[in-house]
């Protein structure tokens, strides 16, 4: 994670909370005034941005704020368990307070989520990928996110790739005429991913020759036929529907990603607290 773009975000994030000044926190202690705290886990789940972006919180509102002790990235917690520790002047505290925690719940949210899918499908040989569904202005923590609960990255902007989907298919009028033009226009270095969900369509995406073909909202045996007819011949992306109760049987088929919109849309935030002591 590039630390100068994550400075960056977070000061947009202490704009927009602090405002022109914490009239709570100014009114009632000095710029003297010192105190520390501790980042308390509630309840158990997987670590990801103690220390890579809570902390870093703190010392963009304020350098002298003296951050120790943040449990690494990827690591299992239970409640009660100490996350990062923090020092400093009172009211800078305070005001990066609630950005530290709102990140470090969300980032832990979505790596435990993550994890908890990978280790579904841990006894295949699948990658499990996120896709563009993020929060606006959170893509890059989200996806770091991902990776920390043990799954892997999709594109992270539409130039990082060829995907032809369903809507560009239609507008264009044939899977071979959209790979055509593609190709034509994309980068000797780009892989060409098409979505399908006919096995006529998987048979015309051979035909042409792509890279990666997605299945989308196929069932098991729809799926099961598609690998079958690809054979190696592309990669096998799974997308659609894919939640905790369906991801093995998707993984039983033989694909090699089953990317999910859910693990950056739908996860839960982590409970952490803050726990001060003056």
């Not at 594109?155 to 032809?164: A, C, E, K, Q, S």
């Not at 264009?172 to 892989?191: Q, Y």
């Not at 048979?203 to 020759?209: K, N, Q, S, T, V």
């Not at 109760?245 to 990317?259: M, P, R």
Request: hydrophobic fraction near 45%; aromatic fraction near 4%.
């Amino acid at each position: 994670m590039d630390r100068n773009l994550l400075h960056g975000m977070i000061r947009s994030f202490l704009a927009e909370d602090v405002g022109r000044g914490d009239l709570t926190s100014e009114a009632i202690f000095s710029p003297a005034d010192q105190g520390s705290a501790r980042l308390v886990a509630r309840e158990s789940f997987v670590v990801a941005g103690a220390g890579r972006v809570a902390a870093e919180v703190f010392c963009v509102q304020n350098p002298a704020i003296i951050t120790a002790d943040p449990v690494v990235d990827g690591k299992r917690v239970l409640a009660g368990d100490i996350l990062l520790t923090v020092s400093g002047p009172v009211i800078d505290l305070l005001k990066a307070e609630r950005v530290a925690l709102n990140l470090f719940q969300r980032l832990s949210g979505i790596a435990t989520l993550t994890a908890r899918f990978v280790e579904k499908v841990q006894a295949y040989p699948v990658r499990i990928t996120d896709t563009r569904k993020t929060t606006p202005g959170l893509r890059v923590l989200e996806k770091y996110a991902v990776r920390v609960g043990g799954g892997t990255n999709h594109r992270f902007n539409l130039t990082d790739g060829v995907l032809i989907k369903d809507n560009h298919i239609a507008a264009c009028g044939s899977i071979r005429e959209a790979v055509a033009r593609a190709r034509e226009m994309a980068p000797h270095t780009i892989r060409i991913e098409v979505e399908t969900d006919t096995l006529d369509q998987v048979r015309e995406c051979l035909d042409c020759g792509v890279d990666i073909i997605m299945l989308d909202n196929m069932s098991p045996e729809m799926m099961k036929n598609a690998v079958q007819l690809i054979d190696g011949r592309a990669m096998v992306e799974a997308s659609g529907g894919v939640n905790l109760n369906s991801v093995e049987s998707i993984a039983a088929c033989g694909v090699d990603i089953i990317s999910i919109g859910a693990l950056t849309h739908s996860a839960p935030s982590c409970d952490i607290g803050m726990d001060w002591s003056f």
